[in-house]
């Protein structure tokens, strides 16, 4: 079993600025991948970010160059940092772990809202 909790959602101007943290227990070593999700009102899941156990990257059209994954294992925390926020960016942050055996756990979400 594999538990993720968010943290770090909020409210920002648009043009701002905020750090999403995602935080691991359980048995950690069994992921290999970790991604970012997010859903707004009235509208499906999207992909957002994925970083891999080797570090390798990979975004959305709708956060490149704005957006930055990355994990610090020894916390067990993975990280989305997003700048130049916009209000099309409001919505519930999904955690995503891929395990090697195909199980696939979410955290509980945290909500980002961007004023105009």
């Known amino acids: 079993q594999v538990r993720l909790v968010e943290s770090g959602g909020g409210v920002v101007q648009t043009g701002g600025s905020l750090v999403l943290n995602c935080t691991v227990s359980?048995?950690?070593?069994?992921?290999?991948?970790y991604a970012w999700y997010r859903q707004a009102p009235g509208k499906k899941r999207e992909w957002v970010a994925t970083?891999?156990?080797?570090?390798?990257?990979a975004y959305a059209d709708s956060v490149k160059g704005r957006f930055t994954v990355s994990r610090n294992p020894a916390a067990n925390t993975h990280y989305l940092q997003m700048r130049s926020l916009e209000p099309a960016d409001t919505a519930v942050y999904y955690c995503h772990a891929a395990t090697t055996n195909d199980q696939y756990y979410w955290g509980q979400g945290t909500q980002v809202t961007v004023s105009s």
């Open positions: 359980g048995s950690t070593d069994s992921v290999n991948i």
């Open positions: 970083i891999t156990s080797s570090r390798s990257r």
